[in-house]
């Protein structure tokens, strides 16, 4: 408790001194600055009344940026005049007018679609030549899934040593039924 009143004391004592030493100070000045007054009666200091600052930009950089903006505009507008003259571009084209092909477009999608899967689905269910000159045919889905279930997948790990007798005979016959299926066609 006495640790605190000795605090507060000491402070009021800092206080009591910077006030005399600004008295002392504001006695020292001439009584014509305006800036400030001291009045005796309370012993406060009383500063003056805010007063109009002056421009942080002057008028001769504003002139000086509006010019260097109204040159800047000119010298691009003059350089996109002199870039794309308007002579050029302003011609008259001469009749006839060429005339170019209408847009190809779809008049009926789903109909063209339709078409395109049955053209696919008879590719794929059908005996054809793929290459005629290498002896490569094609044959239909359902063929081929029966021959793979029939002779298995050559070089399959779990079918090797059971498809090995059957794989010569089984491709001796698919071949023969493949081409007789092209041929007939």
Known sequence: MARASAIRHSTALKFAGIALAAVAVLRLLPATDS???????RHEI???????AGPDVGHRFIAGAL?????????????????????TLDRTLNPPLPSYPAPRLQPSPRQEMQRFLAQEMSQLNSYG???????????P???AMAEIAQRGIPDWPANQAAAGAA??????????????????R
């Open 129 to 139: 030549w793929i290459d005629r000159t290498h002896g490569v045919v094609r044959i």
């Open 141 to 143: 889905i359902d063929a």
């Open 46 to 52: 009383v500063l003056p009344a805010a007063a109009h």
């Open 167 to 184: 794989t010569a005979q089984a491709e001796k016959s698919a071949t023969t039924t493949a081409m007789q299926g092209a041929w007939n």
């Open 35 to 41: 800036r400030l007054r001291l009045t005796t009666k």
């Open 67 to 87: 010019a260097l903006l109204v040159t800047s505009l000119a010298v691009i507008t003059l350089g996109v005049l002199w870039a794309f003259p308007l002579p």
